[in-house]
């Protein structure tokens, strides 16, 4: 398995006040991941830029303490920050959305914009930090998230984010990189093949397949709708009785208006895999973007998925 690790950029924010500390917080981070490839993961480091490009004191960047480094230090780093910065597999707009504040989620620190933060979040993983300040020290993170939901209303969430910067720290994320290495999936088209396996509640419309197989590795909505389906699942397998409710999971459910409705609603039928057409008028927003995902409660025990991806037309919204 495969973990990426996101580099939290505000632990950088004061940088070393000289080259000795900056060694130290280099090996301490070193220590810190190597606690997690302990777990039997294969570590990736990916921060928003180049990695060797990051500055640790005055005029001296990453790229020169590799001068200064121990060998087996300088050798364990370059293997693990070997991968493209984050900006190439999300793409540049997706990171200038957020720095720019022009995304539908905005992430913040203490009032400090947070990018690394928001993008562990959004990528479901854990963030790691420099150990350069004590507020550091700590296993997990609350982030404030600003969105604009679809009444054009601002809407405010603290988000608690997995954390580490000591090797302790991973030591109470065992048990989440344990269910992760067993529940880890490839892109969208992994999710399609391990559908029973994964989720053997939800019964999923033949259209979802060819949704699913356009969702690549790495790409943002991946461990989103992963993370989604997930609790879908939970939530089915827990319904034995009554109306099927979502209430209890952090899952954000609308239904379409009979506006809506009255003009859309062939965009919203689809045919189940027991050869009848439903009305998927119900579905869960993915907050951080423009996605959903429609699904139909059939019986106590079983729900139908009918649709993943970009939000279908509206009386409001065309798209």
Not at 258 to 264: C, F, G, M
Request: charged share 30%.
């Amino acid at each position: 398995m495969e973990l990426d690790l996101i580099l939290n950029e505000l632990s950088l924010q004061n940088i070393a006040p000289n080259e000795r500390i900056a060694q130290q917080w280099m090996s301490e981070l070193i220590k810190t991941i190597k606690a997690f490839t302990a777990q039997g993961i294969k570590v990736n480091l990916r921060s928003q830029e180049k990695f060797n490009t990051i500055m640790l004191a005055p005029n001296y960047p990453v790229g020169r303490w590799f001068n200064d480094a121990d060998q087996r230090e300088r050798g364990f780093i370059k293997a693990l920050a070997t991968k493209a910065p984050l900006s190439i597999d999300l793409g540049n707009s997706d990171i200038q959305d957020i720095e720019n504040n022009t995304g539908l989620s905005e992430f913040y620190y203490e009032g400090k914009l947070a990018i690394g933060l928001g993008i562990a979040h959004l990528l479901d993983t854990i963030a790691v930090s420099f150990n350069s300040d004590e507020c550091w020290n700590c296993s997990n993170i609350e982030i404030d998230t600003i969105q604009l939901n679809e009444d054009e209303e601002i809407v405010h969430e603290i988000l608690e984010i997995l954390h580490s910067s000591y090797g302790y720290h991973v030591n109470e994320h065992k048990e989440w990189i344990q269910k992760r290495i067993h529940e880890i999936v490839i892109d969208g088209e992994d999710i399609w093949n391990r559908k029973e396996e994964l989720f053997p509640n939800l019964d999923f419309c033949e259209v979802v397949y060819k949704q699913l197989k356009n969702i690549r590795t790495r790409q943002l909505e991946l461990q989103p709708v992963l993370k989604v389906l997930r609790e879908l699942q939970q939530c089915t397998e827990n319904w034995k009785t009554g109306l099927f409710d979502v209430k209890s999971h952090a899952l954000d459910e609308s239904r379409e208006s009979e506006p809506t409705l009255n003009k859309y609603k062939n965009e919203r039928m689809f045919l189940c895999p027991d050869g009848e057409k439903r009305l998927f008028d119900r579905h869960i927003k993915l907050r951080f973007c423009n996605w959903r995902i429609h699904f139909f409660p059939k019986e106590p025990g079983k729900v139908i998925i009918g649709y993943i991806g970009r939000h279908l037309p509206t009386v409001k919204y065309k798209t």
